[in-house]
């Protein structure tokens, strides 16, 4: 099991790195590709990270999922990039897990995958009377895994686990990490 995570300047540090953290703990290869031309790029609180691949030197179709982190002004800068629309309707064809949390939801509306389904996002960030939107921190329509921001990092990770096959994978990994415990 092989996704993509597409990044540029600006991406929301919490929901890239714990869905690759939570992935990768699933049995799940996460390669992450900067659009910037740059391997070096750096999140919207300055933290900064170096991505394994560009987007132009990568092959697409070896991938099962396409995730996509929100934050400013990274999800604009993915919905913008032709290239970007171009994998989402590519995945979205061939029926692969497309997964957007907080603004990213975005992209995923400008390619057109979004209509009538079932979707979370940051509030205003998409037109949520285009879609059947939900309150919740993460939700799955089919192919298509949203998150609503920063408090559902890791529903959200666990969904996309649970869509690509890895049912009992996640359900360790959420006990392992003691996620159920409750606050005092």
Known sequence: MKTLMLISNGFEEIEAITVIDILRRCDIEVDVASITGSREITGAHDIKMVTDTLIEDLNAEGYDGLLLPGGLPN?????????????????????KVLAAICAAPCILERAGVLKNKNVTAYPNCIDESAVNYKKVKAV?????????????AIDFALLIAKSLGKEEEAEKVRKGILYDWPLE
């Open 140 to 152: 799955r329509d089919g192919n298509v895994v949203t998150g609503c921001g920063v408090g559902g």
């Open 75 to 95: 999800a604009h800068n993915l919905r913008d990039d032709e290239r970007v629309i171009n994998l989402v309707k590519e995945y979205d064809k061939n029926g």
